[in-house]
Structure formats: C-alpha cells, structure tokens
C-alpha cells in the first residue's frame, strides 16, 4: 500500500514538474496518439489538456512530424516548425523499450515569446534570401517583395533593414515616409512578408487614386442594392479581404476628410460598416501607411486629421532620398543591369567611367524609380557590350550637372518611358508583343502607351 502511495507521489511530483517547465513537451504512444501534453503547451495552442489526451497528433499541432518519427524510429533535433505563425525550435525523440518503438516525447522552445518573435524575423528574412525565386503571389491577395528586394549597402538603409525587422512582428500601425520613388511600398511588402500575419493577405489601397465617391465602397464594400449599379450580393471590401492580414494605405496624405473619420472609428472599434448596411462586421487587419506629403502641414491647414495621425504614426520609418546615400548607387546600377538586360536578351559587361560619374553628380530627384528607368534606357540604347554616355536619356547627356530645361519629373520619365518603347519596337522589328515581352509588360499595357505616346501610326 505504502509502495503505490510512493509511486502516486512520484508520478504527481513528475507531472508537476514536467507542467511547470516552459518548453511544450508532448508525448504520443506507437500510433501518433497524445497521451500528455503539459500545460505550457497547451496554454500555448489554446487548448484544454483533457481535449487533447486520445487524439492523433496531426489533429492538434500543425506541421508536426512526431507520427513520422514513431515510424521511423529516427531522432529529430533542433528543427523549425511552424506553429501559429511563428518558426519554433522543436525536438522530437523515439521511446524506445526492450529494442520496440512505443513512442515519442516531443519539446517545442518557445520561452521568451517577445525575444522569439524577432529572432523569427529574422529567421524569415534568411529563409526568404535563400529562395532563388519567389512564388508570384495572385494581384491584391499577397505581397511579392521581402527584404532581400531592397537593394542597398549603405548604413542608413541596412540600420533601416534591422528596424524593421525589430518591428515587423508586432502588431503596431506603421507610417513609411519618403520622397517618391525612394521604395516605401518595398518597405511595406517587406513588414508583411516578415509578420505573423505573412500567410494571410496582402492589401494595397492607393487612397489618392480612388475616386473619392468610390473609396468608401471600396475599403468597407457595400451591401446589394446599396446604389444603383451595385452588385448582386453585393461586395466585400478591402477591409474585409485583408481580414487576419495587412492593409496598405499609399498615399494617405491624399486622403479626403470624410474618409479619414471613417476610417479612424475603423481603427478604433476593430469594425467596419458595408455601405447601405446597418450592421457592422469585425475585422483583425494591421495597418501600414506611406505618404510622400507633410502630414504635419496638413493637420494645420485642417486637411488631415490629427487624431487619425497619431493612431497611424505608433511606429514611424523616414526611407532616405538617394541622393543622401550615394553609396547605394553603384550597387542598384548593377541590379538593374542585371535585371533589364536578362529581360531584354542583352549581355552587357561594363559602365563606362564617364557614366559614373555623370551619375554621381546627378541629384535623382526621382530616385530609385528615376534610377531604374536611366538604367533601362541605357541598357536598350548601348550599342555594344558597354554602357556609354551616349546611351543615357538626352537630359543626363546635356549636362552632368542635370540641366532639366525646365521640365518636370513626370515629363522628364515619360520622355524615358517612350524612348525605351519605341528602342525596343526597333530592336524586334516593330513586333509589338514581342517587343512587350521584352520589356516585361503586357500586351493591352503596351497598346496603351503606344497610343499614349502617338506611336500606333
């Protein structure tokens, strides 16, 4: 009787001590079934212990390998898993008695959560490097760019790449700021794609070029019948879409007033309201915001809620303009060259000198998107293997102090675009899909520029 009082004692003092330990422990039998898992574990899946006692493991914990290791007898150690939108460190260990399989006990690290959830940002960031191509996620449903498509080598912009991998976790708003074309919706894809929130959807919303009658319908959706020309069934909003993911407001600044208390109570309630409905419907998004305009110069003039600024502004990234990290250039030349010349079936090997410096000396007043579109001229002019002044746009070419003649930068990009067009219609023979295909655009977008630019005589 004294024995089995022992033995009792002992199992509850182990049990005891197996619950009170940090680590997810779980244990199954020879058929993969849970026959314990301590509380840590449970607290941690959101599960009651008694549930999970008698079920197979695949039922409860996701991307669990614990049946292939009560099959194989083979250990496991140090292993990533993915569980609840976080990469844990796991350990999976056959029991073994008399030579037979009866088991496996498995641990799953997770003891500091905060700390963890940045080493996974981390983690995400190397995984993703390691991928030679990113699966191309379907349009407004996904964001495509990470981290490893930011190309830079100065301290700003790296210091800029650590923050946000600091911060890509949380749950906090964000408020990207830059001039244009510095890259701030690379920024935003990058905070997605390093989230908890990365296997849920991606959602931009470019608030200045929505028609301002239609950017309620179009965040919060409407009901049927909502308004003449309204869908039958009506129609999910960009809110609801992105529900359990991220929502990308570009160009907030653009934002018209009515919209912004709308979209404040948004905010604030977790809620939204289809137009022509009287009920509200929950929704979980994370919200990042980028502006190229003076949100402080427009709380003011009383054009931008400043109420609104301080629920957007929790955390704030500034991306520099080029022209304040020179040291960038040299390296994003080189990724476009590499990248324009694949797409366009061009070997180029070499940058003339005088190019460089043509190029240091200019103050890229379009930055990285001025930058790329130089660089896609160039490499579609060079008559060899060689990138020449004489295979810039004419502005760079008439002076390398960038006399701009007095156009402006949407002039000045579009004189590009229509130069590389009609290059690349000479370089296939007027072929105008191949001539697309080239140039890595569609068919329809390409009859659009060409009509644009009078080039479909």
């Excluded at 003092?13 to 244990?27: F, N, P, R, Y």
């Excluded at 008698?54 to 083979?74: A, L, S, Y």
């Excluded at 190019?355 to 130089?374: C, D, T």
Aim: aromatic share 6%; with cysteine; net charge neutral.
């Amino acid at each position: 009787m004294m024995e089995n009082k022992s033995i009792a004692f002992q199992n509850e003092m182990l049990k005891t001590i197996i619950d009170s330990a940090h680590e997810g422990i779980v244990i199954v039998d020879e058929k993969a079934k849970i026959i314990y898992m301590n509380k840590s574990y449970c607290e941690f899946l959101e599960k009651e212990q008694e549930e999970v006692i008698g079920k197979h493991v695949t039922e409860v914990i996701e991307n669990t390998r614990m049946h292939i290791v009560v099959q194989t007898g083979k250990e496991e150690r140090a292993d990533l898993q993915y569980i609840k939108g976080n990469y844990m460190i796991a350990n999976r260990i056959p029991i073994v008695i008399n030579g037979k399989i009866i088991g496996a006990v498995g641990t799953v690290i997770f003891r500091d959560i905060h700390e963890w959830k940045r080493m996974n940002s981390h983690i995400k960031s190397l995984l993703l490097q390691l991928q030679t191509y990113l699966e191309e996620w379907k349009e407004d449903n996904g964001a495509k760019y990470t981290l490893r498509d930011i190309v830079s080598q100065s301290k700003q912009m790296e210091m800029l790449k650590e923050r946000v991998k600091r911060i890509a976790d949380s749950d906090v708003s964000v408020l990207i700021r830059g001039e244009s074309g510095t890259g701030k919706e690379l920024f935003a894809h990058s905070i997605h794609q390093l989230s908890s929130r990365s296997h849920k959807p991606f959602i931009k919303v470019n608030c200045g070029a929505i028609p301002d009658h239609l950017l309620e319908s179009e965040l919060f959706g409407y009901e049927e019948g909502a308004f003449t020309g309204a869908r039958k069934g009506g129609k999910k909003g960009k809110f609801q879409l992105a529900d359990g993911g991220t929502v990308f407001l570009d160009e907030i600044g653009d934002m018209p007033l009515h919209m912004q208390v709308k979209l404040l109570r948004v905010l604030q309630e977790k809620e939204i309201e289809p137009v022509g409905s009287t009920k509200t419907v929950p929704v979980d998004v994370r919200i990042i915001a980028a502006t190229n305009r003076p949100l402080e110069k427009l709380i003011e003039e009383k054009r931008f809620r400043e109420d609104l600024y301080y629920r957007i502004n929790v955390v704030s990234i500034f991306i520099p303009p080029l022209r304040e990290r020179p040291e960038d250039i040299s390296a994003l030349v080189h990724h476009f060259v590499n990248k324009i010349s694949k797409r366009a079936g061009k070997r180029i090997t070499a940058i003339d000198e005088n190019v460089w410096h043509i190029f240091s000396q200019h103050s890229w007043p379009g930055n990285i998107r001025e930058l790329e579109n130089v660089v896609e001229v160039a490499v579609h002019f060079a008559e060899g293997e060689t990138i020449t002044v004489e295979a810039l746009p004419e502005y760079l070419r008439a002076n390398s102090v960038y006399q701009l003649q007095g156009k402006t930068l949407k002039q000045l990009l579009e004189e590009t675009e229509k130069a590389i067009i009609k290059k690349s219609l000479s370089l296939h023979q007027n072929d105008k899909v191949k001539a697309a295909e080239a140039l890595g655009i569609s068919k329809s977008t390409m009859y659009e520029k060409l009509k644009k630019y009078g080039l479909d005589g």
